[in-house]
């Protein structure tokens, strides 16, 4: 999974319709139950978390990845204005999440730089929490 992807996917749960909540739980408990032993537990992970919404099995159908690039490709298309992507003001590099002020390619920090702090408030919404 490339890195927006990722930080979409995992720090804007809420903006996924209700299906790809679902296909996303789904994906998750398939890729469980695959690593385990035929048995009791892969059945219940299925039957549990499992769905066979024929919606659901269309946005899986080519895999988690290409489902979750395009849960990633609607988000930005559909509500940009609700994602903050946070970018290194030095490198330009995506942050690991919204609130991190230390980029993960340069380590430039900018823990105490009040006007970026200040300039991320104007540019997009930060996740709640």
Known sequence: MDELTRYIVTYYPTLMTSNEKVAYRASFAEEKAENL???????MLREKWGSNDPEVVALLKNGRDEFLRNVKDRILREQPNEV??????????????????????????????????????????????
């Open 84 to 129: 903050f992507l946070n970018y290194c003001p030095k490198c330009g590099a995506l942050t690991k999440s919204p609130r991190a002020r230390q980029c993960p390619k340069c380590f430039y920090s900018w823990h105490d730089d009040v006007e970026q702090i200040v300039g991320r408030e104007r540019r997009g919404r930060e996740p709640q929490g």
């Open 37 to 43: 032993e035929p048995g009791k537990l892969q059945t």
